[in-house]
């Protein structure tokens, strides 16, 4: 089991800035593939970002390419979400999730039903 953690969430102005953290316990050890998503009500969770295990990977969705940043801290069992240039169609709960994978393959995964773990989201507010 991963138990995991987001916070930095809040409400900004468009243009503005926002780090989101997710902090990872339990069976860290093994390694863990993470992904952002974000959702908004009556509409299904959106992929933002994944990075692999070893941090050398990330893949972004379009919609945010170029303005958000993950990256990850293993010492630490943290992972990251640098987000910059907030538009209000950012606005949503963001969550991260986790998914254990083979310590010697680079894995980065897409899709919710790929994740075993979930934290419990964070709200982001991005206001016009």
């Known amino acids: 089991q991963v138990h995991l953690v987001e916070s930095g969430g809040g409400l900004v102005q468009a243009g503005g800035s926002l780090m989101l953290s997710c902090a990872a316990s339990?069976?860290?050890?093994?390694?863990?593939?993470v992904g952002w998503f974000r959702q908004n009500p009556g509409k299904e969770r959106e992929f933002v970002a994944t990075?692999?295990?070893?941090?050398?990977?990330?893949y972004y969705a379009n919609s945010v390419k170029g303005r958000f940043t993950i990256s990850r801290n293993n010492a630490k069992n943290e992972v990251y979400l640098q987000m910059k240039t907030l538009q209000p169609e950012d606005t949503a709960v963001y969550y991260c999730?986790?998914?254990?994978?083979?310590?010697?393959?680079?894995?980065?995964?897409?899709?919710?039903?790929?994740?075993?773990?979930w934290g419990q989201g964070t709200q982001v507010t991005v206001s016009s």
């Open positions: 990075i692999n295990w070893g941090g050398t990977r990330t």
């Open positions: 339990g069976r860290t050890f093994s390694p863990y593939t």
């Open positions: 999730a986790a998914a254990h994978v083979p310590r010697d393959q680079i894995v980065l995964l897409t899709y919710p039903r790929e994740f075993n773990y």
